[in-house]
């Protein structure tokens, strides 16, 4: 997580190098980003199934699996809030603040 989380937030800056060069490096930041983020869901599901008491188990899953949908609905409201008023850049931080 914080390898991902360090990727979404030099996003911005990547993206800014000279010529092509941040366009391909961008992609790559979101290949890596989405291999750093790969991982996560079967490791907490395997997790919760040995660390969760038995009886928070499905509400430990379930919050786990609504978090990705719930923020990104957050996100989309807030990001087109956040873009308007001060440019695209700033999504990237505060939605690693918030989520």
Same mark, same amino acid.
């Given at each position: 997580m914080?390898? %991902? %989380?360090?990727? %979404?937030?030099?996003?911005p800056f990547i993206v800014n190098l000279e010529g092509s060069f941040g366009y391909w490096l961008g992609?790559?930041?979101?290949?890596?980003?989405?291999?750093?983020?790969?991982?996560?869901?079967?490791?907490?599901?395997?997790?919760?199934?040995t660390w969760a008491p038995i009886h928070e188990k499905s509400r430990l899953v379930n919050a786990h699996f609504v978090g990705v949908p719930v923020g990104s609905v957050m996100m989309s409201i807030?990001?087109?809030?956040?873009? %308007?008023?001060v440019g695209w850049r700033p999504i990237f931080w505060t939605g690693n603040l918030i989520i």
């Open positions: 914080l390898i %991902s %989380s360090v990727i %979404s937030l030099s996003f992609f790559v930041a979101r290949v890596a980003l989405g291999m750093t983020h790969s991982p996560t869901f079967p490791a907490l599901q395997g997790a919760w199934t807030l990001g087109g809030r956040i873009g %308007s008023a």
